[in-house]
């Protein structure tokens, strides 16, 4: 998938030279010898940095906050503690998130870094242009009363378009509404799975069996209606229906 690639590519590009080559690390502390030594320091340093903040930047600018987050609900609302274990749960959004942004990956590096490894484009306007398609992705899932909320708080004038949006206000108000989809979707799981353990409730207490969990007894049940319903198809087509 290139999109797993898109961030590596970014960086690599940025030693700027005609081939691109990784550069040998040397620990010792020294003066440049040249302008060109100490770019390449520099560029090392930027490398390393983004590498350090990749696990952050698909946290806060993909989906997979919003799948995450729902997968917990339902674990939650079928009361099943650590089955699916979180591993397999973080992975299975982690493995959504790139089939949803694979695109919009797709359209960056073809936007941005691939004229830029072709040295066609600088590499302010390889940035802009890599980084828009995800802003437009983040813009067209995130509220406009969460978008107006950042730019009240920065005291900005109302954008005309999206390029007037700096990313900077795009990426706290795309997480806050992923945060607010997943909690809506995460309680519409909840109902089906509330009504089986009051059923339960309901029946055990006209039995006289006060002291038997209903937990105990419903937990079959729930795990029968959601294979039965296929939830885990319905779930996951629903969650990526959910993203424009």
Same mark, same amino acid.
């Given at each position: 998938?290139?999109?797993?690639? &898109? *961030?590596?590519? *970014?960086? +690599? ?10 550069? #040998? =690390? @040397? ?27 990749? %696990? ?17 609900? &339902?674990?939650?609302?079928?009361? #099943? ?7 397999? =749960? ?15 990956? #797709? ?25 828009? %398609?995800?802003? @437009?992705? $983040? ?7 969460? +978008? ?7 005291? =900005? ?36 799975? &509330? ?15 006060? $002291? +038997? ?6 937990? %079959? ?24």
């Amino acid at each position: 998938m290139r999109s797993l690639f &898109l *961030l590596f590519l *970014l960086t +690599l590009t940025l030693f700027g030279a005609d081939s691109v080559a990784i550069p #040998t =690390m @040397n620990f010792q502390l020294a003066a440049p010898n040249s302008p060109e030594q100490l770019v390449t320091s520099l560029n090392v340093i930027i490398v390393l940095t983004l590498l350090f903040l990749a %696990p952050s930047m698909i946290l806060v600018m993909t989906t997979f906050t919003r799948f995450v987050i729902v997968f917990g609900f &339902l674990r939650q609302a079928m009361g #099943t503690q650590q089955v699916p274990p979180t591993q397999l =749960m973080v992975m299975l959004a982690l493995v959504l998130t790139f089939f949803v942004m694979e695109p919009v990956g #797709t359209k960056a590096y073809e936007a941005g870094i691939k004229p830029y490894i072709a040295q066609k484009i600088s590499y302010e306007e390889a940035f802009t242009k890599t980084a828009e %398609p995800f802003k @437009n992705f $983040m813009i067209r899932n995130t509220r406009e009363k969460d +978008l107006a909320l950042f730019i009240r708080i920065r005291k =900005m004038q109302n954008p005309q378009n999206i390029s007037e949006v700096p990313l900077s206000v795009v990426i706290p108000a795309f997480v806050i509404s992923e945060l607010k989809t997943a909690f809506e979707i995460g309680f519409l799981l909840f109902l089906p799975f &509330l009504v089986i353990d009051m059923v339960v409730a309901s029946i055990l207490m006209s039995m006289g069996m006060m $002291m +038997l969990p209903p937990v105990m007894i419903s937990l %079959p049940f729930k795990i029968l209606i959601f294979v039965l319903v296929d939830g885990w198809n319905l779930l996951i087509g629903n969650l990526i229906a959910s993203i424009k």
